[in-house]
């Protein structure tokens, strides 16, 4: 049986700027290289099938949404997205997803804010697991 592929990401206290893609540095990087940072903002995930879990959080100065949206196989899926609104001012957006992505070939993940405003303090987790199935 050969190794599990996993991996995850994180960023903290980082500011979120409309139609903007979130920042994410490895933090458990994958050794069988399944998974693996492109660059700062983009996953590259080899073919097969994937549990992805992901939590954003952002504080907002006044009334505002949070809207988190994953990409991959070429499109932005809202399906799997995050929205949350906040009524008064000095409130905290946040919420979680998780999705079974299936890749047919080698993709690129990437997370999208576009929120109503910029966010500050900003917080996001993204722990990615390829299944094995055959």
């Excluded at 100065?61 to 929205?83: C, D, F, K």
């Amino acid at each position: 049986m050969p190794d599990d592929s996993f991996a995850s990401f994180a960023n903290y206290q980082m500011q979120l700027t409309p139609n903007s893609l979130i920042v994410l540095f490895p933090d458990i990087t994958d050794s069988t290289g399944n998974i693996a940072a492109v660059d700062s903002t983009h996953i590259r995930l080899e073919p097969g099938y994937y549990l992805i879990s992901y939590e954003v959080s952002v504080l907002f100065n006044s009334a505002n949404y949070m809207q988190v949206t994953p990409s991959y196989n070429g499109a932005p899926h809202l399906e799997t997205g995050i929205y949350f609104a906040t009524r008064t001012n000095g409130s905290s957006a946040c919420g979680s997803s998780f999705l079974i992505l299936y890749a047919p070939s080698s993709t690129e993940f990437s997370l999208t804010y576009s929120g109503s405003a910029e966010g500050r303090d900003g917080q996001v987790t993204l722990t990615i697991l390829k299944l094995r199935r055959n």
